[in-house]
C-alpha cells in the first residue's frame, strides 16, 4: 500500500509559477516510477511528467521547457515546478506512483490559471 498526498495547488496569473509537491508514505522502496497528471474539464487525465526510479524522466510536449519534476533523497517525495504558466494549464492535477502490481493516485490538487 502506498498513500500519496498532494499540495501546491492554487490560483495564478498566467506567466506566473506554482510548486506541487506529493508526499508518499507505506511501501515506498517498491515504487517504480512517481508522476504528475492532470484532468481538465471534459477532457480525459493526460500525462504531464513522470521519473523513473532509474531517473529517466518523461514529459509532456506541452509542458517541455516549462514544467520540471524532481524528487527528494530518499525518493519519498516528488515535485513539480511549472513556470510559465498558461490558461490551458488550468486542472486538477494528480499524483500517480506506479508498483509492479498496482497505480496509486493521490487526491489531486487544483491548479487554475487566469489570463
Known amino acids: 500500500q502506498v498513500q500519496l498526498v498532494e499540495s501546491g495547488g492554487g490560483l495564478v496569473q498566467a506567466g506566473g509559477s506554482l510548486r506541487l509537491s506529493c508526499a508518499a508514505s507505506?511501501?515506498?522502496?517498491?515504487?517504480?516510477?512517481m508522476g504528475w497528471y492532470r484532468q481538465a474539464p471534459g477532457k480525459s487525465r493526460e500525462l504531464v511528467a513522470s521519473m523513473a526510479r532509474s531517473g529517466m524522466i518523461t514529459y509532456a510536449d506541452s509542458v517541455q521547457g516549462r514544467f520540471t519534476i524532481s524528487r527528494s533523497n530518499p525518493w519519498n517525495t516528488v515535485y513539480l515546478q511549472m513556470n510559465s504558466l498558461k490558461p490551458e494549464d488550468t486542472a486538477v492535477y494528480y499524483c500517480?506512483?506506479?508498483?509492479?502490481?498496482?497505480?496509486?493516485w493521490g487526491q489531486g490538487t487544483q491548479v487554475t490559471v487566469s489570463s
Open positions: 507505506g511501501s515506498i522502496g517498491s515504487i517504480i516510477r
Open positions: 500517480n506512483a506506479a508498483l509492479p502490481l498496482r497505480t496509486y
